[in-house]
Each structure stands twice: as C-alpha cells, then as structure tokens.
C-alpha cells in the first residue's frame, strides 16, 4: 500500500494518489475502546473534558496582549493584502479557467 501511494505521488499520478488515500483511509477507522486505562464512555468523555479544561486554562489571557496581538495581525495582512490585490475580474478570469467536473480532492463521496 505505501509502496503504491509513494509510486503515485513520485511519477506525479495525483488520480492514483487520490485513490490510495481512499483506501487508506477506509482501513484506519478503527476506534479504541479504552483511553488512558478508562473504558466506559462516559468516562471517556469526562477525561477528554478534563483534559480540555486543563489545557484550555494553561495560557493566560491578557487584554493588552490581545491588543497587541491583532494589531499585528491587521498590519501584517494589510501588507500583504495591498502588495497582491485581487479584482472581482481576476477572480473571474481565474474561475473560468477552471475545468468543469473537477473535483476539489477534498474526497467527499
């Protein structure tokens, strides 16, 4: 299987590779019954809760570097937005040159 997938993506396949992943990943649905020794799944559920609320609660939230934080952001993507600015036309240029029946490879059936 892996030998088949690397063959597709090195002589450029993307078909082929498509179809592998399909396979790939209708063989990895397998679902554990236990997770860090709990079984029922209620049990389960309050552990990824926990660990979630641990997780979650690790960083500290400051106003200020929030603030910071998307002020930043904003710069950065008016920078780049102003360097490559795209029209209403080149959007549909662009989608007019895509081939019709294609899909997205997103690999929903």
Partial sequence: MNARFASSVTNNRSRDVWQEVKRIRRKCNNVSN??????????????????????????????????????????F?????????????DVLCAIKQLKAGKSDGSLDE
Wanted: proline letters at 0%; one cysteine or more; hydrophobic letters at 35%.
């Fill in 34 to 75: 236990v997770v860090d020794g709990v079984s029922n799944a209620d049990d389960i559920a309050e552990l990824f809760a926990e660990k979630y609320s641990t997780l979650y609660n690790s960083v500290s939230y400051d106003v200020n570097d929030m603030s910071d934080i998307r002020s930043e952001l904003n710069e």
């Fill in 77 to 89: 993507i008016e920078c780049v937005t102003s360097d490559h600015a795209a029209t209403g036309i």
